[in-house]
């Protein structure tokens, strides 16, 4: 541990952390796709449907190139900053749902 700081990573291993992360991302997706199909009155499928389906594949594609690059630094910080845009384009997306 450098600087005696005790992280996820440090203390579980970088792949296990960002299995878990994904792995909760996806269950995420999930959810909000089944809230479209099952609560039309609620939210407007033509943007719910897409917006949560090409996401979270974009998302295995990351994750697997992650793993690829055996979780090095440089993709890493790649992958968390994917994951910030994942953020941002819920963000933006919001109000249109």
């Known amino acids: 541990m450098k600087y005696n700081i005790r992280t996820l990573p440090a203390r579980f291993g970088g792949k296990n952390v960002a299995y878990f992360a994904v792995g909760l991302l996806l269950l995420n ?8 199909i099952l609560l039309p009155q609620v ?3 033509s943007v719910m449907l897409p917006g ?8 295995l594609f990351q994750a ?3 793993d690829k690059a055996n979780y090095g630094k440089e993709e890493s910080a790649n992958f968390y900053q994917f994951l ?3 953020v941002l384009s819920e963000f933006v997306s919001f109000p249109f749902m």
């Open 52 to 59: 949560h389906i090409i996401p979270p594949l974009v998302l």
């Open 84 to 86: 910030w845009q994942l």
């Open 43 to 45: 939210f407007k499928r």
């Open 64 to 66: 697997r190139k992650l």
């Open 29 to 36: 997706y999930i959810g909000a796709i089944a809230a479209a």
